[in-house]
C-alpha cells in the first residue's frame, strides 16, 4: 500500500507577482527548488497563510536567486503579491520506503532568501 507524506516545503515565501493571463502553474526561484528537491513541473500545493485558500498546481523555475514566487493563471484569483505562502510537495512511499525518509524544510525570509534548511528527523516513523 502506498501513503503519501510529506517530501519537502517551501515555508513562509512572499508571492511577488500574480500573472492572471499565464497559462498556469506558480514560478519558483529555482534556488528554492533545488533547496527542496521539487523538480519543474512537479505538483505542488500552495497554501496561503494571508487568506487561508489552497490550490494545487505545477512548479515551473523562476530566475536563480530573483526571489520571485509568481502565481500564474486561474490561480492569481486565490493568492496576490505579498501574501505568504507554503508551497508542498508530497510523495508517495511504502511502508519500507517511510522508514528513514526525512521530509525538507526550507525556511526564507521576507525576499525569499534561504535563512535555514532542515531535514526532519524521522521518530514518526516509529508508528509504522
Known sequence: MLRTFLRSKIHRATVTQADLDYVGSITIDSTLLEAAQILPHEQVDVLNITNGKRLTTYAIPGEADSGVIGINGAAAHLVSPGDLVI?????????????????????????NRITDCIVESDSMNSAT
Open 87 to 111: 508551497i508542498v510537495c508530497y510523495a508517495q512511499y511504502t511502508e519500507q520506503e517511510i522508514n528513514g525518509h526525512q521530509p525538507r524544510v526550507i525556511l526564507v525570509d521576507q525576499a
